[in-house]
């Protein structure tokens, strides 16, 4: 076979880890391996396949999972680098930074995370000292401050901009936006988001100005960077779309189900959506609203949801963690599951369709030679149960572990 020539040619020495004995699932569409080998070199695979394919050269340190199941690396399309465990990042202990990460985002499986609205300055500063080896922790994509239309900072927000001590990031201009967007991304960021429909609270919900949503997306979309939008509800989703918005920060479950033109446009016009399930959840239990009300509001994110994968649009996973403190990824999978979502459509949501959504996919989102080595290794199978994404034993970036349930555990020689 021809993974294993690739992995008896290797010169000696060349494999860096051999990760041996599990059920690999290379990717959603793809059959899972029995009795697997990885071999991971300078932080990509370079050979997989089953044991009788996959020759392990002599003195390559081995990382034994009997009985496990590897995936590749989760992608979490909506947190936030908010709260006091990332402030002032730039001076904070790299150990403390490291756990940190490790139990909001490692422990689940996640590699890479995207930050949709961080304020301060942390998110590029945390980015940096990652990248530098500095910080050990999953790859951090931002967009940094977001856009807010004037007059229209979201209710909930206020608190966290007094205390990173910055002023609203309100546009008044379609011109003040453009300038802005392009500062932004001149920064290194790494996409912006537009609060097209911002919620006041008892005000309602602000819409944003379509020109100013217009000139901000021209802007990250020119050099190909994805333009997310908080749309709050179908009109903030329309403007979001003609701005140019590919991706959906929420669904919006206050508007109740969407109708199929809505569903066509969005599959039409390739917007993906972050479905956020279990953060609405969590919101409208806080408002202390009746279970009932609680299970309308749900499930009407959970039709919507539903209908754009039916309709063969793209939906990827993210929690909004960091808004709410919520990290565990249990409830939101459950949720998902019961929208009708298979555990190959899930899987696809956390690796395949982020990594070629955001223009990865040639390296990222699959178990495949020369791809990162970004692998979760998960202690059931999740081709019974969907929750199993969530029971991780180990995560690796890079081929190197940001997250281990076993203490002490490692390659062994």
């Not at 080998?37 to 009788?52: C, K």
């Not at 008044?172 to 001149?186: F, K, M, N, V, Y």
């Not at 929750?387 to 890079?398: E, M, P, S, Y």
Request: glycine share 12%.
């Amino acid at each position: 076979m021809l993974l294993g020539a690739l992995a008896c040619a290797a010169p000696a020495g060349a494999t860096d880890l051999a990760i041996v004995g599990a059920r690999i699932i290379p990717a959603p569409d793809a059959a899972p391996i029995g009795n697997g080998v990885i071999l991971v070199d300078d932080g990509r695979i370079e050979a997989v396949g089953s044991a009788g394919e996959v020759a392990v050269p002599d003195g390559v340190p081995r990382l034994e999972v009997d009985g496990q199941v590897i995936v590749a690396g989760f992608w979490n399309s909506h947190m936030h680098l908010l709260g006091e465990a990332y402030k002032d990042v730039a001076r904070q202990p790299a150990g403390r930074l490291a756990a940190v990460l490790q139990e909001q985002y490692g422990h689940w499986g996640f590699t890479t995370v995207f930050d949709l609205a961080s304020f301060g300055g942390d998110a590029p500063a945390l980015k940096r000292r990652i990248e530098a080896g500095e910080v050990r922790g999953p790859r951090v994509l931002s967009v940094g401050m977001p856009f807010f239309p004037l007059d229209g900072t979201p209710v909930y927000t206020r608190q966290l901009l007094e205390e990173a001590g910055v002023p609203s990031p309100e546009v008044a201009s379609a011109e003040e936006g453009r300038a802005r967007a392009i500062r932004q991304l001149d920064e290194g960021l790494d996409g912006v988001k537009l609060f097209t429909g911002a919620i006041l609270g008892r005000d309602g919900v602000k819409l944003m100005d379509a020109p100013v949503a217009a000139a901000v997306g021209r802007v990250a979309r020119a050099p190909g960077k994805p333009v997310f939008a908080h749309p709050t509800t179908v009109r903030g989703m329309e403007i979001a779309i003609d701005g140019g918005a590919n991706v959906l920060a929420h669904t919006t479950p206050a508007d109740g189900p969407w109708s199929d033109g809505i569903v066509a446009r969005l599959v039409r016009d390739d917007v993906a959506v972050v479905p956020t399930l279990a953060m609405f959840e969590i919101e409208i239990r806080r408002e202390q609203a009746p279970p009932a009300v609680v299970e309308r509001f749900v499930g009407n994110g959970q039709q919507q949801v539903a209908a754009l994968a039916a309709a063969g649009g793209t939906v990827l996973f993210g929690t909004d963690a960091g808004y709410v403190e919520a990290f565990d990824t249990t409830r939101e999978l459950q949720l998902l599951a019961a929208t009708g979502l298979d555990w190959r459509q899930i899987l696809a949501s956390l690796t395949t369709a982020p990594a070629g959504f955001f223009g990865e996919g040639a390296q990222r989102g699959r178990i495949e030679p020369g791809a990162v080595a970004d692998l979760v290794i998960l202690g059931a199978s999740p081709e019974q149960d969907a929750t199993a994404f969530a029971d991780v034993v180990h995560t690796l970036r890079g081929g190197k572990s940001i997250y281990s349930r076993e203490a002490g555990a490692g390659p062994s020689r």
